[in-house]
Structure formats: C-alpha cells, structure tokens
C-alpha cells in the first residue's frame, strides 16, 4: 500500500555485537529492558512476552516465534496476538565505529502492519476507538502499559 | 462520515485490495483498472463505487474521462498506528542501552 507498513530503528550501542546480542536473546535481559518472557535462542522456540492486561483491548500476551537465529548477527520472531495483529520483529547487529568508538548498530525491522487486512483493522479498530474518532488513546494505554514495566 | 463497516466491507474483497494496490501507483481510469483483472468496465465500476462510498478512493474528471485515486486520509489509521509503535520501539531501546550500560562490569 501507499503507506509505509514497517518501523525501522538504527541504534548505535557503544557494546560488541557479542553483548547486544545477549541484551536481546537473555531471557533475564529482555525482561528487563522489553518485557518477562520465556524466549530461548532456539529456532522454531513458541514463547510469549507477557505485561499487565488492558481490558478489553489487550490481554497483555504477545505471542511470539524464533523463525531466524544466526548468532550474533541477526534474529527474528514472530509477533502476534494484539488483536488481530500478525507482524514480524527482526533484528540485525553490525559492528561499526562511530566518532572513534566501536561499537554495534542495531537495526530493527517491525513489519507486516496491514490494515487491509480484515483481521488486522477489526484489531486496530477495538483499540483505537473506530475510525475517523478518536484514535490512539487505548492504543497508546496498552503501549503505555508495556514501556511502563521494570 | 463512512462507517467502520463500510470500510471493513470494502477492503476485506480481495480484487478491491488489488485496485487500491494499483491506485496507491498512480490514477487510474476505469479502462486503465480493467486491463489488468480481465474485468468488464461494468464490473470495475462498482468495485470502484464500493471504495469510494467507504472513502477510499476519490474520483475526478479528466475531460471525459473520470480518474480514480487513493484517498488521502483513507488509510491514514495506519500511520497513526505505527506511530504508537514507533514511540513504544524508541523508549524500549533506550531502556537496552540503559541495561547494557549498566550491566556493563559483569562480563
């Protein structure tokens, strides 16, 4: 479609590719800085990342699937449950020098946002309030409500 | 102010999907959108009426010919959802570079 369907980030850590990889694949570490999660680096692993439930919009389950692990180069999983939502988190690390620090960029690729997907919209639509209203309030909650956890 | 039903409706038919993935290219005529489905005109057209009264696709006329477009602001709900994403995206990854930072004496 004419809109974009993707989030990308690029973040510089000023850390080898070896310890931002185990940031994003340590159980213990996730849970610390994204969400508690019962993720293992094994391919084809079915876990979920879990945070407070928003009724009724979100039932504070992510559920989630390693469909690409190539250690400490890239990862990917699947990432479901929102409501209809259907996408796809992946993560690449290089290992760069930036203003005479090495260090490793991290570039995440949220994909497969779709709203002419039926079951996407109806997701959207239950969150977000109906179109053409007021829209994000119950989104940016149950966003609110992850970012929030320690 | 069409409906959420109106819009859940046109969409959910895939050939519509298809002409709105065409619009979303460039404008079209009926003639131009009938080429690639191997539809009549007849056919198109009410496909093209069913986006249009969900506010999906806006309609001008060019001499004699009518030209379809994507609607500006019918989609716009994806925007605003991957904004809500995007800001979630950007606070978790500073909260990584908290951690790694923090955790930085433990290897």
Known sequence: MRTESAIRTETF???????????????VALAAWLMPNDFQPVLGHRFTFRTEPVPPYF????????????????????????????????????TVTRDG???????GVHSGFDLTDP???????????????AMTTALDRVLATIEGEE | MPTATDVYTAIADPTRRRILDLLAEDGRSVTEL????????????QH?????????????RAGRQRIYRLAPDG????????????????????????????????D
């Open chain 1, 13 to 27: 850590y000023p850390h080898p590719a070896t310890r931002v990889w185990r940031g994003l694949t340590d159980p």
């Open chain 1, 59 to 94: 039932d504070g389950i992510v559920h989630c699937e390693v469909v690409e692990l190539d250690r400490p180069r890239s990862l990917a999983y699947t990432w479901r449950g929102m409501a209809g939502m259907d996408t796809m988190v992946r993560w690449e690390l290089t």
């Open chain 1, 101 to 107: 620090v090495e260090g490793t960029l991290l570039v």
């Open chain 1, 119 to 133: 079951a996407q919209l109806g997701g959207f639509r239950s969150m977000s309030g109906g179109w053409g209203g």
């Open chain 2, 34 to 45: 009938a080429e690639p489905f191997e539809m009549s005109r007849p056919a198109v057209s």
């Open chain 2, 48 to 60: 093209l009426r069913v986006l249009r009264e969900a506010g999906l696709v806006s309609e001008q």
């Open chain 2, 75 to 106: 989609l716009r709900e994806v925007d605003l959802w991957l904004g809500s994403y995007r800001r979630f995206w950007q606070t978790k990854l500073a909260a990584l570079g908290e951690y790694l930072e923090a955790t930085r004496d433990e």
